[in-house]
């Protein structure tokens, strides 16, 4: 499956990724990120499975097209960080 340039600038938006992040991350140069999300200039072969490496490697799952359309999602859930505390980890130690 290839990537859109809207799943690209969605998946760098969920993971709070500037251009920049992403091609240092993906080890690519940002000009064929820039190219590709402005202009629809697809990146090359070895940089568009670079970038695709970089977001899944960050928990990024790309959602093919089908009757609702193209997407993307973090491919587990996301801790949250007023989750509190489990059922299975509360104790006398914790009871407050």
């Given at each position: 499956m290839?990537?859109?340039?809207?799943?690209?600038?969605?998946?760098?938006?969920?993971l709070?990724?500037?251009?920049?992040?992403?091609?240092?991350?993906?080890?690519?140069?940002?000009?064929?990120?820039?190219?590709?999300?402005?202009?629809?200039?697809?990146?090359?072969?070895?940089?568009?499975?670079?970038?695709?490496?970089?977001?899944?490697?960050?928990?990024?799952?790309?959602?093919?097209?089908?009757?609702?359309?193209?997407?993307?999602?973090?491919?587990?859930?996301?801790?949250?960080?007023?989750?509190?505390?489990?059922?299975?980890?509360?104790?006398?130690?914790?009871?407050?």
């Open positions: 290839t990537i859109s340039a809207a799943q690209l600038r969605a998946a760098r938006g969920l709070g990724w500037s251009r920049r992040k992403l091609a240092e991350t993906a080890r690519i140069d940002g000009s064929e990120i820039a190219a590709f999300e402005d202009r629809g200039v697809a990146p090359s072969d070895p940089a568009g499975a670079a970038i695709r490496r970089a977001l899944e490697a960050a928990g990024i799952l790309l959602l093919p097209v089908d009757g609702y359309g193209e997407g993307v999602r973090f491919a587990r859930p996301q801790a949250s960080a007023d989750e509190g505390i489990r059922p299975e980890d509360l104790n006398s130690a914790n009871d407050g």
